[in-house]
């Protein structure tokens, strides 16, 4: 795509302005190819993490992850400076923000309601009184006030924050994707997962804005990911043997 050592130059100070690529990473013990965890050895682990290694390791460079506890943030921070490159879920309002390569997932989102309640359907959900959590200032969390017109939807910073409301019943349902809310159904006896969706939520890589460089060595790193056998090893080493890859 680049030739020359001038090319090259521009690239990586658009790309890796500190000499190394720094990754930024939503952490909670979610799952699913945006999410991913801290490892008891203080490292991380995740479907983000192994693209990031393999994109540095591309360019040459080291890595280095920059660590959030949710989507919303590494949106805010992406005029800081803080990070080159990142992975996760876009709307039309982070579009405004930062610059979008290709899709690598597409997803349900929908509604995990608490042991013991009545709520069957999203009609009997979406009723005045009823809490509903979301991760704050996440693509899920708009797409959960649009959809509900009567229901309280209150965004909290962490998944493990909501995770511990739904156990103690505190919060009637809880917005995310549906295979992480089935994942969580497995873990928490008596809590439900709605069978109605209401939004498709795509994960993307991304770049800050106006890194044309940058966006371009990014979408082809992806495009090339999804043919050359890497994003299927990246998803299944996170466990989402499962899970399809997107080919648009």
Known sequence: MLSGPASADALKDQLVPTGKLR?????SAAGGAYWSTKTETGGYAGVPVDLGKAMADQLGVGVEYVAYPNSG??????????????????DAERETKMSFGPIYEVT????????????????????????????NNTTTMRGAVAH???????????????????????????????????????????????????KQTV?????????PLALAFAS?????????????????????????????
């Open 23 to 27: 990754v930024a990473l939503g952490i």
């Open 73 to 90: 943030l590494i949106t805010d921070s992406v005029s800081s400076g803080a990070w080159d490159v990142t992975f996760l879920p876009k």
């Open 108 to 135: 349900e989102a929908t509604y995990i309601v608490k042991a013991g309640s009545t709520v069957t359907n999203f009609q009997t959900l979406d009723q005045p009184g009823i809490k509903v959590a979301a991760v």
């Open 148 to 198: 509900l017109k009567n229901a309280k939807v209150t965004g909290y910073q962490t998944f493990d924050e909501i995770l511990n409301l739904l156990k103690g019943g505190e919060i009637e349902a809880f917005a995310l994707s549906r295979d992480q809310l089935n994942a969580i159904a497995k873990k928490i006896p008596g809590t439900r997962v709605l069978d109605e969706t209401f």
């Open 203 to 211: 994960t993307a890589i991304a770049v800050p804005p106006d890194h």
């Open 220 to 248: 082809k790193f992806m495009t090339e990911a999804k043919t050359n056998g890497l994003l299927r090893k990246a998803f299944d080493n996170n466990g989402l043997k499962d899970t399809p890859l997107r080919a648009k």
